[in-house]
C-alpha cells in the first residue's frame, strides 16, 4: 500500500524568504508525484508533477519540487514566496496513471508580512 | 485545460433528508471520477472511484448504501448522501480524468451541513 507523510502541518514563513515543504512517500512500484494546492472553501489545484524524466520539476509560479528516488521525497521548494501563496499544500502519489491519489495531511503555509 | 465543475458549493440539509451533489466534466470525457471527503484541517481521503457505466468501487469503511454514486455519462457523475445526519457534514471533492490520462482534475468542492 502506499502511504504519503507531510512532516509539517504548519509552515510559518516571512514574504520574500525561502521555504520548503516536505514530503516523503512510500511504495513498492514506480509512482507518480503530485503537488496540490488549496486555497479556503476551494477544490485543488495542481501545483506540479513528477511522472517521467528529470527529476526536478517546476511550476509557472515558481515552486519546484525534485524526485529523489533513493530518499523517498518528493520536497517543494520555493526560493521567495508571497503573501498569495498562503494556503493549504498537499502532496500526492499514484501508481495507477495519476488518477487515483493518495494524499498526505496537508501543510498549511503561511506567509507573514 | 479540463474543467470539472461540482454544484452545489455549499448546501444546508436537515438530519434525515437526502442531498445530491453533481460533478461534471466541462470540455473532456471523464472515464473516472473519484470522490473524496474532507474534515477540517484534514487531508482527502478518497471515498469511491467510478467508471462510466458500472458501478462504483468503494473504500473500506464507506457505506455504499448511504453514499449513492452514479456515473451515468462520460460527464457527469453524482454522489447522494441519504438520509444525512449531523457527522455526514464534510468538504466533499470530486475528480475526474480520462483514458490513459496523467492526472486528475478536481472540482471546487461542496461543503454539507447537516443540521
Known amino acids: 500500500a502506499q502511504s504519503v507523510t507531510q512532516l509539517d502541518s504548519q509552515v510559518p514563513v516571512f514574504e520574500e524568504a525561502p521555504v520548503e515543504l516536505r514530503c516523503n512517500y512510500s511504495?513498492?512500484?514506480?509512482?507518480?508525484l503530485f503537488w496540490y494546492v488549496q486555497y479556503p472553501n476551494q477544490g485543488l489545484q495542481l501545483l506540479l508533477k513528477?511522472?517521467?524524466?528529470?527529476?526536478l520539476v517546476e511550476s509557472i509560479n515558481g515552486f519546484e519540487a525534485e524526485f529523489n528516488k533513493s530518499q523517498t521525497s518528493f520536497h517543494l521548494r520555493k526560493p521567495s514566496v508571497h503573501i498569495s501563496d498562503t494556503a493549504e499544500y498537499f502532496c500526492?502519489?499514484?501508481?495507477?496513471?495519476?488518477?487515483?491519489?493518495?494524499f498526505g495531511q496537508g501543510t498549511r503555509l503561511t506567509i507573514n508580512p | 485545460g479540463a474543467v470539472v465543475s461540482q454544484h452545489p458549493s455549499r448546501v444546508i440539509c436537515k438530519s434525515g433528508t437526502s442531498v445530491k451533489i453533481e460533478c461534471r466534466s466541462l470540455?473532456?470525457?471523464?472515464?473516472?471520477m473519484f470522490w473524496y471527503r474532507q474534515f477540517p484541517k484534514q487531508s482527502l481521503m478518497l471515498m469511491a472511484t467510478s467508471n462510466e457505466g458500472s458501478k462504483a468501487t468503494y473504500e473500506q469503511g464507506v457505506e455504499k448504501d448511504k453514499f449513492l454514486i452514479n456515473h451515468a455519462s462520460l460527464t457527469l457523475s453524482t454522489l447522494t448522501v441519504t438520509s444525512a445526519h449531523p457527522e455526514d457534514s464534510s468538504f466533499y471533492i470530486c475528480?475526474?480524468?480520462?483514458?490513459?490520462?496523467?492526472?486528475?482534475?478536481f472540482g471546487q468542492g461542496t461543503r454539507l451541513t447537516v443540521v
Open positions: 470540455d473532456f470525457q471523464a472515464t473516472t
Open positions: 475528480s475526474a480524468s480520462f483514458y490513459r490520462g496523467t492526472e486528475a482534475f
Open positions: 500526492a502519489v499514484s501508481d495507477e496513471g495519476a488518477q487515483k491519489l493518495v
Open positions: 511504495s513498492s512500484v514506480s509512482v507518480y
Open positions: 513528477y511522472l517521467s524524466g528529470s527529476t
